[in-house]
């Protein structure tokens, strides 16, 4: 038993190792290779392969570079590395998810701002040597840990991008491009925020951010560069901050849930895992099945009072009028990393599949059974029917088109919407016509079945609902049969191996997950082609699920952590992830 | 006659510049006094003014600078100087306008995409460098004469702001953030356009911009970083080409006229003018009766092959099969500028005024009548039914609130919203009540009047319609009593003067163009406190307007500047800009 385990375990790395020189290699070829992404442009160059070349399952990082590159979601910006182009594609879904998040703050009276991109060195100078000042090094850690190395006076976090000069002229104090905007944002809501009455006060920008990365960057997932939203927001009490960091992460879930069919767990990072700059930060996790990944899907954070006290933002207290209250303020941002979570989650051999939902088109009708004996009038009067159907479904509020390339086989017209994720094709011929039926199949399953076109209109809506549900169930059920609850801390390690994570019975001290880290990581493999040994992954927390599978009994279940024999504090969610 | 107009001209030559003097001082002044935009804020603080301190016709840039802070459109970043953080009223407008256009644009078949905010200063030494050996020095001059001075190898243009280190890591190629992205995207135009069925090939970005202006900076009009959506496509042939640049053009003049309540002249920019790596541009230009002065308000760029020739975008001919088609592109932008040139021509001593279709709130619901005598009872049924009022004109589609705020006067809440520019506002007391009207005060014009509490939900949309109207139509009638067709040269500086814009014949060469501006220049004024001698500005082209004011006989009709001797080409608008 033992000896299949280790077998597996290392199979498992060994796989892994390979995806990861497998990536590296891909990347680069993208890079190389003049056009990776225009598969299918031109019907007479047979050497272009259409479709996606590896399985998710055997080579599941090459598999996702290729499908993001092929489904014309980004383009690679080989100008700068470590940036993307968002193509139409990916543009449409993130716009669909900001629209709806966008509708549901404004309902919460949160006001849209935007402030400039840069911010001082000097600012960065002052801020956190008046936080010192003040008796916390907190902030140190903070802004995203931007700031990590603060404590070296020059030493600015390694991710700023600097704008020393404009033209050639130097600036006389350089300029950062945000990573966030806490710094940028904060010095205003000193001055703007000057009584109670301007509570809460409620700020939300869209807009893109740089971190210049040195870990390997993946579209979507982690880029130099991101768009995303970043709302930053201040009240009276802990208690009404409080609130609305739970309806923020309900609204992030939403997204996940019901526009992307993505499952996610809703909890608290630990402290090792939380935003420096905050009091507590709450998560939504999902789950990667293929490689057994957690993933950060969005955070809202409690900032506490940490930069209210920094920045000095505060109010007189409207019921001790001396007493002057520092405002509680929290911070939430959702990023273009939606995107990479859905392709991960819902891809597949053929390509993407897109939930209905955010799927710009929803529907795809393929003209089929044209033969050479088809008359042009034949031809044309299936066209017509086909632009018939199209408006049958448009009418229904179904996003649908007709593909009607000349150039093109059905069969290949197929592979190419399938590649791009398309949720429902529907094919229509002269023996659809003479039964009066269109036939469809499911992108999600494949599954095939036919549609009186009487009923087009009722029964497509309705499919397309079932599909976007389906996708949702079976990734909840994945997700959930590969979060194991674990009491044995032996089987940890082997339920990482076979792609799961786990719930653990947890002290909750940075200090023992930092310890847990080290344990579950992997012995060092051989060594590889370029002579350094690599250990496979440990688990870190991902969150403390609000929904625990169980009670902790106080002064009595133990932290799982064999080394560790404090008491458990509540049953935290570990895994292996990005 | 001629003293009167000289001491006209010199009087305002004077009052132009203590304006501008005046100006330098509040923009100082806006950044260090610390709460300028809060005027209202806090009741008791008697010492705080609240409204705008100059007027609009005494000293026009002073009541710009005051009444954007204090409308609470922008507060300056006092970090970087040239930037400007857009507060919630002006980003509603932004987006009004950008939803607006967005719609539009999709209907057109218009993609949206995203690329990278840096480019490399590999490209940008490689792209005209080719340019150059195929034969052109359009590029050079081109992308918005950002690379003006590239003859220099390594003298880029003064306004790009350059990133070279990372951290603390010197960047091997230093990037520079986009002042527009011909130069980012056009290579992967290049990858992505590969045959005829491509085209046309049109994407739009809406995204951040910087410019790092050596000019004097104002919010909205000229700031270091601005909000724009650039627009970037790819055409088969010429004429496919000029046929989407007039239907931006058009919908660029639908955001000022319909939008924004302001007309505009819309015509082809001259040579001298025109966007430097355009083939020609359109544009639509707006005027400001207050110092008579033109504004460029957003313009549309026929690129012809230029930069297709550059980059290499070319398809196969679709007749001539051998033959290769460099594409005919295009690019349109239109920036928050919209938001400044709005401010400018329709606010007035008391504050901003909004058109209603633009506005986030439409109407404002005030409380009056209410004295010491005013039971608590009387005091909650008033409020009760200015409760229901707003659910009627809600209903109604009405964008309307109550002021329900205990702590200010009536008085001091009309001038708090005429401050702030919403466009109409009803009172509503108990005297109101008793007749089962509102009171109702525009504030575009100061009228006042009732309506029937039983019409509202009818009567509140066709006024606030009204308004939107007599907006526009007031503007339009002062720009066309503002644009002088004159056929006398000696007429021109005293139109100038007299706060007109002129339309002349013209013979539209570049070398004549640059004289007007030198003839219309006023003498040097007695030197102000720095010593300096400042004359008032010349004329430049603002458009040749498509609607021509009369025809042009040929080898008839001469330009009008005395020193040319040319046959005119067109009657050209010119004036004093911005």
Chains 1, 2 share one sequence.
Request: net charge neutral; proline share 6%.
């Amino acid at each position: 038993m033992e000896e299949a385990q280790a077998q597996s375990k290392n199979a498992l790395k060994k796989a892994e190792k390979q995806a990861k020189m497998a990536a590296a290699k891909a990347e680069k070829a993208a890079k190389t290779i003049p056009v990776v992404g225009g598969a299918g442009k031109k019907a007479n160059d047979s050497k272009e392969i259409i479709g996606i070349t590896v399985s998710k399952a055997e080579n599941f990082p090459i598999w996702y570079q290729e499908l993001v590159l092929k489904a014309e979601l980004v383009e690679y910006y080989s100008e700068i590395s470590g940036f993307y182009i968002l193509r139409p594609p990916a543009m449409y879904i993130w716009n669909g998810i900001r629209k709806f998040f966008q509708e549901k703050i404004e309902e919460m009276g949160i006001e849209e701002t935007n402030f400039p991109m840069f911010l001082s060195s000097k600012s960065l100078e002052k801020e956190p040597r008046d936080y010192v000042a003040s008796g916390s090094k907190k902030y140190i850690k903070g802004v995203s840990n931007i700031l990590s190395d603060r404590e070296h006076v020059e030493g600015f976090a390694p991710e700023l991008a600097w704008v020393t000069k404009a033209g050639d002229k130097d600036l006389e104090v350089p300029v950062a491009v945000r990573p966030t905007s806490e710094a940028v944002m904060y010095p205003y809501y000193r001055k703007w925020i000057r009584s109670h009455r301007d509570l809460p006060f409620r700020l939300n920008q869209w807009n893109n951010v740089v971190r210049w990365e040195a870990k390997q960057t993946t579209p979507f997932i982690r880029t130099r560069e991101f768009l995303w939203q970043e709302g930053h927001t201040a009240h009276l009490t802990e208690e009404l901050a409080a609130k609305e960091v739970l309806e923020i992460l309900d609204l992030y879930a939403a997204v996940y849930n019901e526009l992307l069919a993505v499952p996610v767990v809703r909890g608290k990072k630990t402290e090792n895992e939380k935003f420096a700059g905050a009091l507590w930060t709450s998560t939504c996790e999902a789950y990667i099945p293929t490689n057994g990944r957690g993933i950060q899907g969005a955070t809202s954070h409690a900032l506490g009072q940490n930069f209210s006290k920094m920045f000095d933002i505060s109010v007189e207290d409207p019921e001790k009028k001396q007493d002057k209250i520092h405002v509680w303020q929290n911070s939430w941002g959702l990023s273009t990393r939606v995107i990479g979570v859905m392709v991960m989650l819902h891809g597949d051999d053929k390509g993407l599949v897109i939930p209905p939902r955010i799927s710009k088109l929803q529907v795809i009708l393929i003209p089929v059974g044209l033969t050479a004996k088809t008359t042009p009038e034949e031809r044309t009067k299936l066209l017509t029917q086909l632009d018939e159907l199209k408006s049958t479904l448009k009418k229904a509020k179904v996003r649908a088109d007709v593909d009607t390339r000349d150039n093109y086989s059905p069969g290949y017209k197929f592979a190419d919407w399938e590649l791009k994720g398309v949720p429902l094709r529907l094919e229509f011929g002269p023996k659809d016509a003479a039964q009066a039926v269109v036939s469809y199949a499911r992108r999600d399953t494949g599954a095939k079945g036919t549609i009186p076109i009487a009923n087009l209109a009722t029964e497509v809506p309705e499919l397309l609902e079932t599909i976007q549900k389906d996708m949702y169930n079976r990734a909840d059920e994945s997700f959930k049969s590969h979060r194991l609850v674990l009491r044995e801390w032996e089987k940890v390690v082997p339920a990482l191996d076979s792609r799961n994570v786990v719930l653990i019975p947890f002290c909750e001290e940075p200090s023992c997950e930092e310890r847990i880290k080290e344990l579950t990581k992997g012995q060092e493999q051989e060594p590889g082609p370029d002579g350094l040994k690599q250990p496979t992954m440990g688990m870190k927390s991902l969150c403390i699920p609000f929904e625990q599978p169980d009670i902790i009994v106080a002064n009595e279940t133990k932290c799982l952590n064999p080394e560790c024999g404090r008491f458990a504090k509540s049953w935290t969610m570990f895994g292996r992830s990005y």
